[in-house]
Structure formats: C-alpha cells, structure tokens
C-alpha cells in the first residue's frame, strides 16, 4: 500500500541545511513576467509548486528552465500571451500570483478563479479590491477573472485584511503604476521583502516592505536580473521541531532566526532551550516541556503555516495548551488523524485543547494539507511503533525533500 513509513523512536541529532522558500520562491516566478530580458534565481527550492510555476511561465511566452544547483534561468524576450492556463491554476493556487504582473505588463489577464483548498474557501475579494483601488477593472465570467488595466492609476491602496498573496499582487502591479502607490494595511511576512528586493533589483522603486505601509514610486519598465530566494522560515522551523519532538538535537544552518522569532518564542515558553546565531538555529529537548497558549497571526504574529507542526509538539507537552487559528477557517485536521495517533485533543471550532499524553502510537493516517504532512511526520518519528501516512502529494508540493533531510538527521522513513 503507497505512503511514507515512519519508524518512531530515534532521537535526531545533527546539522541539517534548509532549502529555499517555497512561498518566496512562487511569487518571484511570478515576477519575472514583469522583466525584460534574463532572471536568474538562486536557491529556488525544488519541489512540485515550483515546477508547476516554471511550466506556468512557459505557457505564458516566457522561456524558464530549471536547472542543476537549484538555480531558475528566465529569459522574458517575447510577447507575454495575458491568458493562464486552467489547468495549472487549478494545480496550484498560488499561480493567481500572475495576475498582478500580467495585467500590469500587458493590461489585460485572465486567469482561472484559484478555487479553495481543504484549509480554506481562499476568497480573492481583497486581491480584487486593490487591484481595483490601482484603476484595475475586473469581471469574473465562466470560472475567470478578466482584468482590464487601460492604465494603472497610482494612488493609496488600502488591504481589508493583511493578506500575504494581495500585497505581493498590488506590490508588483504598482511598480509599473504612473506615479506613487502606497498600500495601507499591507501584509509583512518575509516573502514580501524578499520579493520587494528583487523587484527593486529590477529597477523598482519600493521602499516600507516588510511594514503595514509600502510605498511604490512608479517606472517605466523593469529589467531581468539575478537574485537569491530567501530561506524557507517554514522548513526550518519543521526541522528544528524535529530534534525537540524526538528528544535530540537539530541545528538548522542557512535559515534566518529573525524571520522564525515567534516560533522560537514558543518554543521557549515551553522550557526547550534554544541557541541561535546569525544563519542557524538549535533546540536542544530537555527531559521535558510544558503545554503554552498561542493564536496564528499575520507576521510577526505565529505563522499559520507552523500551527500543525506545533500541535504535534504540544500532544507530547507536560499539561494542557489551546492553539487559536485565527488565519484559516478549517486548518484543524491533521487534529483528527493526531488523536488517531493517541492525542488527546478537544476542538472547539477555531481553537484546539490539547491535553499533553505520555506517548503516541504509530498508526495509518492521511495529510491532507502540506503542512499537516508534515505534522504527521513529525508525530511519527515520536511516535511508538511505525506510522503509514497516505497522501504524499502534498509533501511533494511543498517541501525539498523533507524526508531526505530527516533521514540525514538519523530518521528511518521509508518511501
Ligand atoms: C500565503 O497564502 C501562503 N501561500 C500560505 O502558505 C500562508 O498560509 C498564507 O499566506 C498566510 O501566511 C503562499 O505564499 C503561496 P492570505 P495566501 O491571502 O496569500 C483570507 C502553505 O502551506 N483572504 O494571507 O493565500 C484567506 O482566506 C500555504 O505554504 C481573503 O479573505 O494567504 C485567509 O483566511 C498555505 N480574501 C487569510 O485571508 C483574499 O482576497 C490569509 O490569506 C485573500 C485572502
């Protein structure tokens, strides 16, 4: 029967590098619609989400080729066609990151509606709202959006929510915008910054990324060029949460401690210590930690994305801890298959009560979400016994070969 086998009971020890990030990684795919000539991206992690956006580049009239060392070759010298594929977008919903370039660059798009996934509806209706705030006309016909932009107005683009994908949408669009843009309510993650640097890189002119307010002073074109994708913060803190949850010690190199500061702050909490330094961090597990308290917020708050992994780190806590997911309305399930394992759980619509257990016991359990994957990994390499987790897909999507590094660290997982 398919699936990746996880034998419990090791303790993980040892350096481990991370790998590019995957959220950085798609928007700046996405950018190079926007420059003229040649982009070469640096350490673009290699996963499924990120093949997909190469592919999703090519059918736009954009040359782009993976190649060895994790590096992206993009040669933009043609007519860019303004019309995504469906069958991409429907792959991979980060693919609507095309919008904002395309109809900056060739003032018309149409791209498919992203549709939802199991953690969410993942509405569009802020990433509509800015782009009509920037003089983007939109209509949504027969499951796409058509957007129409006869010129990009500059102006004050004010975000209903911070929402990670919107920002990076109008942040692009705006750079090729007649005047001075600034997004209020913009969100602050990492991934903005980064794609904001390469943007500028490019020629643009943004300066606030990373803060609630971006401020874009418009060009004329922007030009290709070379850039290194940020480190996946994401990653980094799964294998970091690695050792502690089997009692060993990780260190994590080539990852950036400031953009995983809440995660750490938890941890913390907890009672594991934690040592880091400018490129890398460690958490060493002591004989035991205690339940905490957090809710998922837009950076810096908790990110969302490490809600899963903690609470599999939390089943295992001396006492009791509540997670609040104030992010996405259904990103509980890898709580089910969890308390499949012998987790004792309790969820209370967005909040779940954790009661922290002696032990889990191996058992078959399914992913549904990327991040749930790798929950489920790690619960299974605490685990007594062997867990059979179905629904690789998803690891395959969204991680750099997650069981290689876990190997690497002394994990027996068998594909
Ligand atoms: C990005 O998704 C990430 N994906 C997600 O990572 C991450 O969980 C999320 O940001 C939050 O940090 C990529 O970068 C490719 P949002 P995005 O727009 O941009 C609602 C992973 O596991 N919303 O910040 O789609 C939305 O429904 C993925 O790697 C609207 O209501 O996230 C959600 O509840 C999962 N209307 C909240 O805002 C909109 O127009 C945050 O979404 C847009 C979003």
């Given at each position: 029967m398919a699936g990746l086998i996880v034998k419990g009971g090791q303790e993980l020890t040892g350096e481990v590098v991370a790998s590019g990030a995957k959220n950085a990684a798609l928007p700046l795919l996405a950018a190079t619609l926007m420059l003229r000539g040649d982009t070469v991206l640096h350490n673009v992690p290699h996963l499924m989400d990120v093949?997909?956006?190469?592919?999703m580049l090519n059918s736009l009239g954009v040359r782009a080729e993976l190649l060895r060392g994790n590096r992206v070759m993009i040669s933009n010298t043609k007519k860019v066609r303004h019309i995504a594929p469906y069958e991409l977008v429907t792959a991979m919903r980060a693919s609507f990151f095309v919008a904002?370039?395309?109809?900056?660059?060739?003032?018309?798009?149409?791209?498919p509606l992203p549709g939802g996934c199991s953690i969410g509806s993942r509405p569009i209706d802020i990433h509509l709202s800015a782009f009509e705030q920037l003089g983007i006309t939109h209509r949504i016909e027969h499951g796409f959006v058509e957007l129409h932009a006869k010129q990009l107005i500059a102006g004050v683009v004010k975000l209903a929510f911070p929402s990670v994908g919107a920002t990076e949408n109008v942040m692009m669009a705006a750079t090729l915008a007649n005047g001075t843009t600034t997004i209020e309510g913009a969100a602050c993650e990492p991934e903005i910054t980064d794609l904001a640097l390469l943007l500028n890189r490019a020629g643009a002119n943004i300066i606030g990324y990373g803060?609630?307010?971006?401020?874009i002073?418009?060009?004329?074109?922007l030009s290709g060029t070379e850039h290194s994708v940020m480190p996946d913060r994401i990653e980094a803190g799964s294998l970091l949460l690695a050792g502690v949850i089997t009692g060993g010690d990780v260190t994590v190199l080539n990852c950036?401690?400031?953009?995983?500061?809440?995660?750490?702050d938890a941890l913390t909490q907890t009672g594991i210590q934690i040592e880091t330094g400018p490129q890398w961090m460690r958490a060493k597990h002591g004989t035991s930690f205690r339940g905490i308290a957090i809710e998922t917020q837009p950076h810096p708050g908790f990110p969302t994305d490490m809600q899963a992994q903690l609470m599999a780190l939390l089943t295992l806590a001396s006492g009791q801890s509540e997670i609040k997911e104030s992010i996405f309305e259904n990103r509980f399930m890898h709580a089910n298959e969890l308390m499949r394992m012998g987790a004792k759980i309790r969820l209370d619509n967005r909040s779940a009560i954790i009661t922290g257990v002696p032990h889990l016991t191996g058992c078959e359990v399914k992913m549904t979400d990327l991040r749930a994957g790798a929950a489920l990994m790690l619960a299974g390499l605490a685990?007594?016994?062997?867990?059979?987790?179905?629904?690789?897909?998803?690891?395959?999507?969204?991680?750099?070969?997650?069981?290689?590094?876990?190997?690497?660290?002394?994990?027996?997982?068998?594909?």
């Open positions: 093949v997909t956006m190469v592919k904002g370039p395309l109809v900056a660059y060739t003032g018309f798009a149409k791209v803060t609630p307010t971006i401020t002073q418009g060009v004329e074109s950036v401690p400031n953009d995983c500061v809440s995660l750490l685990a007594r016994g062997e867990t059979r987790i179905h629904g690789l897909k998803h690891l395959r999507r969204g991680y750099d070969d997650l069981p290689g590094k876990l190997r690497s660290l002394g994990a027996t997982i068998i594909e």
